[in-house]
């Protein structure tokens, strides 16, 4: 019994260890905040234009270039995030952008992840109760 | 019995077959296509620049033309089979006030002019450093060709590479 | 022309011969008489043998004659590229994809030869003829590699630029072939299961080795692709999400899960239908990733440009399908095991877990690479499913598997008790949050980097109780020398790569810092702690290519990153990246531009600046070399299966 004890007090211990050093790190994350990040999310958003799946943030095409003096020109004029899409969109078409629309169609292919999930979800259930 | 494997079998097919089917019907991109670009019916962005031979060029002294434009680079494989055309097209139109402009995507100077000597070019380019003009007219890969009406709206879009005849056939119905 | 027939005539003595044992076996197994399968075999590898050192001799002797060698090859191609040229295009590629399938056949018709008049090994060599003769066909017919060049050429196209910049082309897509083809072996044992009826035997086990070797060569094979995009193509990335990238994960998503799977069936008995219906679905998404490949209906990268085997090989694709899911519903509700799952916190019950996980993410990857087709059709226009979807997708996935990882080699079978569990973790626990809790006081608080080491340092643990454990009870009975032996030893070895493997993505991706410096010569600055310094430039002709380095220093190493433009009809002028590799980060520079007004150095002009300064690309990526080496140990992993004992087996 003793022993048994001394698991349960060992993982107790050790959770309380976790939660402590989990709740540090987290006060202690980075904060990327700044017009800088958020034309590095942009460009990691948008698809290069002459390359076939890197994004502008990756690609060092002249084309990519252009796309990111755009972006980095539309910040500074103090353009809102969705703005900026939009506007390359007018230009390129739907297919600038590294991640389709998500209303219409687009919903299905975040519906498929979720609808997995759920399968795992319910199948460790489904294993759970034959026992 | 349990029939579970079963039927989850005959679903699974159903599925694949239905993908079968879709993929079976899709078709591989040759030739030029109508492309329903965002720019149709809009002014055309503004092209001016220096051209390979050193002169300048400028789309808005062309109001009043029909104007070709062309996106290409001399890395781009489907641009070495449509320069003749595109040459014999520009030849064959000029009587009729056709104006068609290439704009250098994404290449060197040198490998452009080589490009356009090999080739026998018979119309001038634009070369596009930073490729400011290729992002403006939303070009994603060479090669690209815009059809201008007189008025300087985007009339037409095409990607990939185009025949003369896909040309005038596009250019007749704009003038038009 | 001499070259043509002579190669032809090749390839239809393959056919042919693949053609003749189909029949042979499908009489033997009607009549029941004895099958000469072996006689096939040769046949057919001398057909492909030959076809392949028909091609190989033009190819290193520059005959263009062949149109295949006219537009791949050129007089000045090194030997080197010369031989991949075999290759470097559709109908070649092909060729080596016929080599290796006949090449299998030939392995497994000799590793039964002593059972070749049992029905499974039949079946099975049956099918393994039909898949070989229906390439050995497309070869024959729509794709022939031997088709004569009408027109005079003197220098020939070469290869592609990038087809001829980095040997490692020489190796990747060889050993992405075999793993391909390898996946025909437990699909075609499936088959020959479900036909027999015979699935409680010692056949899945067998298969699985073979499965692991494939497994192992597609996983090197992967590696090996990054690593070589990561060298020629020049944007400091390894993994872009493109359609061909994912019709290689495909199958080895749902090899993995059928490599895990496996282990249930042999030590409970369990999941038999259920390893059969992965084993058909690999080969089916092996054949799903080459119509990818080679239709041309998906815009990629590697794609070879399109051609008319699309319908082809989709109808393929839903044969393999239909007969593997027509023989599932059939008899797949006879052939279940009677018991189930005990205990969801179980080795089997973690086991299902994996399974779910890693089939669920094939889905997912299928629907990011079909959807733009998708939206097209229906909505008319175009869409891209870039990595920002599949990365979303993959990094929680990412955890739970460390965390299965982590748990599974330490949980018993049939049911777990917590608190043994814990002892057992204990350690390993500990080790990691101080890793952590050492990270965070060392200003790494990147909140993916902390978890993903927390993981990695769990499951590293795991594997390495586990092989512990085999080596002390290998001691016990002083057999010291063979542990490695041991049924557990080569997977935890894998599992060890692979959390390498997993450190080297999540940093390098997390902590990746790219920058463009403009520097004239003799200029120096710091990017992210590293001193770039710039000292001229040097020029190179060849007569293969002619191109302009850059003499680049960092850290005191020497540098050259390049623009060449390779000469010939195909001639593009390609970037070269120059990297400065070490286990702890990677530079990587890239010559991007170069000032002035103009110059014969291929490189892009900026006239903005002045004559003589050049613009570097420079990406620094911390313990991206991890990769590499997680790869290797994978590949190591794999190959010490075959020193494998079984379960029961005496040592």
């Known amino acids: 019994m003793t022993r048994l004890g001394g698991a349960v007090r060992s993982f107790t211990l050790y959770a309380l260890a976790l939660v402590a050093v989990a709740t540090l790190a987290v006060t202690l994350a980075p904060r990327a905040a700044g017009s800088a990040a958020r034309v590095a999310r942009l460009e990691s958003l948008v698809r290069c234009p002459s390359c076939a799946d890197l994004s502008v943030a990756q690609s060092d095409a002249t084309s990519a270039i252009a796309v990111r003096h755009e972006i980095a020109a539309d910040v500074a004029r103090g353009l809102s995030d969705t703005e900026i899409l939009t506007s390359l969109e007018a230009a390129y078409g739907t297919s600038i952008l590294l991640s389709p629309p998500t209303s219409g169609l687009g919903a299905l292919l975040w519906i498929g992840p979720l609808l997995v999930g759920l399968a795992v979800v319910a199948g460790a259930i489904r294993v759970a109760r034959r026992r | 019995m349990r029939r579970s494997v079963a039927l989850s079998s005959i679903a699974v097919l159903v599925v694949v077959a239905a993908l079968t089917l879709f993929l079976a019907t899709r078709h591989p991109v040759t030739g030029a296509t109508e492309a329903p670009s965002p720019l149709l019916g809009r002014l055309a962005p503004a092209l001016a620049g220096r051209e390979l031979s050193g002169g300048r060029f400028d789309l808005a002294a062309e109001r009043g033309h029909v104007v070709v434009v062309n996106f290409w680079a001399s890395w781009c494989g489907p641009c070495r089979v449509e320069a003749p055309d595109l040459s014999s097209a520009a030849w064959q139109m000029r009587r009729r006030g056709v104006v068609v402009v290439g704009v250098v995507f994404n290449d060197t100077v040198a490998a452009a002019r080589a490009f356009a000597r090999y080739y026998g070019s018979l119309y001038p380019s634009v070369v596009d450093p930073g490729g400011v003009i290729a992002n403006r007219y939303g070009v994603t890969s060479p090669p690209t060709t815009f059809v201008i009406t007189p008025s300087g709206r985007v009339a037409a879009t095409l990607l990939g590479p185009v025949s003369t005849a896909q040309l005038e056939a596009v250019v007749a119905k704009v003038a038009s | 022309?001499?070259?043509?027939?002579?190669?032809?005539?090749?390839?239809?003595?393959?056919?042919?011969?693949?053609?003749?044992?189909?029949?042979?076996?499908?009489?033997?197994?009607?009549?029941?008489?004895?099958?000469?399968?072996?006689?096939?075999?040769?046949?057919?590898?001398?057909?492909?043998?030959?076809?392949?050192?028909?091609?190989?001799?033009?190819?290193?002797?520059?005959?263009?004659?062949?149109?295949?060698?006219?537009?791949?090859?050129?007089?000045?191609?090194?030997?080197?590229?010369?031989?991949?040229?075999?290759?470097?295009?559709?109908?070649?590629?092909?060729?080596?994809?016929?080599?290796?399938?006949?090449?299998?056949?030939?392995?497994?018709?000799?590793?039964?030869?002593?059972?070749?008049?049992?029905?499974?090994?039949?079946?099975?060599?049956?099918?393994?003829?039909?898949?070989?003769?229906?390439?050995?066909?497309?070869?024959?017919?729509?794709?022939?590699?031997?088709?004569?060049?009408?027109?005079?050429?003197?220098?020939?196209?070469?290869?592609?630029?990038?087809?001829?910049?980095?040997?490692?082309?020489?190796?990747?897509?060889?050993?992405?072939?075999?793993?391909?083809?390898?996946?025909?072996?437990?699909?075609?044992?499936?088959?020959?299961?479900?036909?027999?009826?015979?699935?409680?035997?010692?056949?899945?086990?067998?298969?699985?080795?073979?499965?692991?070797?494939?497994?192992?060569?597609?996983?090197?094979?992967?590696?090996?692709?990054?690593?070589?995009?990561?060298?020629?193509?020049?944007?400091?990335?390894?993994?872009?999400?493109?359609?061909?990238?994912?019709?290689?994960?495909?199958?080895?998503?749902?090899?993995?899960?059928?490599?895990?799977?496996?282990?249930?069936?042999?030590?409970?008995?369990?999941?038999?239908?259920?390893?059969?219906?992965?084993?058909?679905?690999?080969?089916?998404?092996?054949?799903?990733?080459?119509?990818?490949?080679?239709?041309?209906?998906?815009?990629?990268?590697?794609?070879?440009?399109?051609?008319?085997?699309?319908?082809?090989?989709?109808?393929?694709?839903?044969?393999?399908?239909?007969?593997?899911?027509?023989?599932?519903?059939?008899?797949?509700?006879?052939?279940?095991?009677?018991?189930?799952?005990?205990?969801?916190?179980?080795?089997?019950?973690?086991?299902?877990?994996?399974?779910?996980?890693?089939?669920?993410?094939?889905?997912?990857?299928?629907?990011?690479?079909?959807?733009?087709?998708?939206?097209?059709?229906?909505?008319?226009?175009?869409?891209?499913?870039?990595?920002?979807?599949?990365?979303?997708?993959?990094?929680?996935?990412?955890?739970?598997?460390?965390?299965?990882?982590?748990?599974?080699?330490?949980?018993?079978?049939?049911?777990?008790?917590?608190?043994?569990?814990?002892?057992?973790?204990?350690?390993?626990?500990?080790?990691?949050?101080?890793?952590?809790?050492?990270?965070?006081?060392?200003?790494?608080?990147?909140?993916?980097?902390?978890?993903?080491?927390?993981?990695?340092?769990?499951?590293?643990?795991?594997?390495?109780?586990?092989?512990?454990?085999?080596?002390?009870?290998?001691?016990r009975r002083h057999e010291a020398r063979g542990w490695w032996r041991a049924p557990s030893t080569a997977g935890m070895v894998v599992h060890l790569g692979v959390v390498v493997l997993a450190l080297g993505i999540v940093t390098s991706s997390t902590f990746v810092q790219r920058d463009e410096v403009t520097l004239a010569t003799g200029q120096s600055t710091l990017v992210d702690g590293q001193l770039v310094s710039f000292r001229g430039f040097r020029h190179v002709n060849s007569a293969l290519e002619s191109a302009t380095s850059l003499r680049v220093a960092v850290d005191g190493h020497a540098l050259y990153p390049a623009v060449t433009t390779f000469h010939g009809t195909n001639g593009q002028t390609v970037g070269t990246p120059a990297i400065d590799s070490n286990l702890l980060r990677d530079v990587y520079v890239t010559f991007d531009a170069v000032g002035g007004t103009g110059s014969a150095s291929g490189a892009q002009v900026s006239s903005g600046l002045p004559a003589g300064s050049v613009v570097l690309g420079v990406t620094v990526e911390p313990l991206l070399a991890w990769l590499w080496v997680g790869g290797l140990v994978i590949a190591l992993g794999s190959a010490l299966t075959l020193a494998r004992r079984r379960v029961g087996e005496a040592p």
Request: no cysteine; aromatic share 12%; proline share 5%.
């Open chain 3, 1 to 475: 022309m001499t070259l043509t027939w002579l190669g032809r005539a090749f390839v239809y003595l393959g056919a042919l011969g693949a053609l003749g044992g189909v029949v042979d076996l499908s009489r033997a197994l009607v009549t029941r008489r004895p099958a000469h399968a072996r006689w096939f075999v040769v046949a057919a590898l001398v057909g492909v043998v030959g076809a392949v050192a028909v091609m190989e001799y033009a190819l290193i002797t520059h005959d263009f004659a062949l149109a295949y060698v006219a537009e791949n090859n050129a007089t000045f191609t090194p030997l080197l590229y010369s031989i991949t040229g075999l290759w470097s295009a559709l109908e070649g590629s092909l060729l080596l994809w016929v080599l290796i399938q006949f090449a299998v056949l030939g392995g497994v018709v000799y590793y039964y030869r002593r059972q070749r008049d049992d029905d499974v090994v039949r079946w099975a060599t049956l099918v393994l003829f039909s898949v070989g003769a229906f390439f050995a066909l497309v070869l024959a017919g729509p794709a022939d590699p031997f088709l004569p060049n009408p027109a005079v050429v003197h220098q020939g196209a070469g290869p592609n630029a990038l087809l001829q910049d980095n040997p490692l082309v020489a190796v990747h897509p060889p050993l992405l072939y075999l793993g391909f083809v390898g996946f025909s072996v437990p699909f075609a044992f499936a088959i020959a299961m479900l036909a027999t009826g015979r699935v409680h035997e010692r056949w899945p086990l067998e298969q699985r080795r073979w499965t692991v070797i494939a497994w192992g060569s597609l996983s090197l094979g992967i590696v090996l692709g990054a690593w070589w995009s990561y060298q020629v193509l020049g944007w400091g990335g390894f993994w872009g999400w493109d359609p061909v990238e994912n019709a290689a994960l495909l199958p080895w998503l749902t090899a993995t899960a059928y490599i895990h799977s496996v282990i249930v069936q042999d030590r409970r008995g369990l999941f038999r239908v259920w390893n059969l219906s992965l084993a058909v679905a690999t080969f089916a998404l092996t054949i799903l990733g080459t119509f990818f490949t080679r239709s041309g209906v998906l815009v990629s990268v590697h794609a070879f440009s399109s051609s008319t085997l699309g319908p082809i090989l989709i109808t393929f694709f839903f044969a393999v399908v239909l007969l593997g899911g027509g023989l599932l519903a059939w008899r797949g509700d006879r052939l279940r095991a009677p018991v189930g799952v005990d205990h969801p916190l179980s080795r089997e019950g973690l086991f299902v877990a994996n399974n779910v996980l890693f089939v669920g993410f094939a889905l997912v990857v299928l629907l990011g690479t079909v959807f733009p087709l998708l939206y097209q059709a229906v909505n008319g226009a175009a869409v891209t499913v870039g990595s920002p979807y599949f990365v979303t997708v993959a990094a929680p996935l990412g955890v739970v598997l460390l965390a299965l990882m982590a748990l599974a080699p330490l949980v018993g079978w049939r049911h777990a008790d917590a608190r043994v569990l814990w002892s057992r973790i204990r350690v390993s626990a500990w080790v990691a949050l101080g890793s952590v809790l050492a990270l965070v006081l060392f200003r790494v608080r990147r909140p993916t980097e902390l978890v993903a080491v927390f993981l990695a340092v769990n499951a590293a643990g795991a594997a390495v109780r586990t092989l512990r454990g085999s080596l002390v009870s290998a001691l």
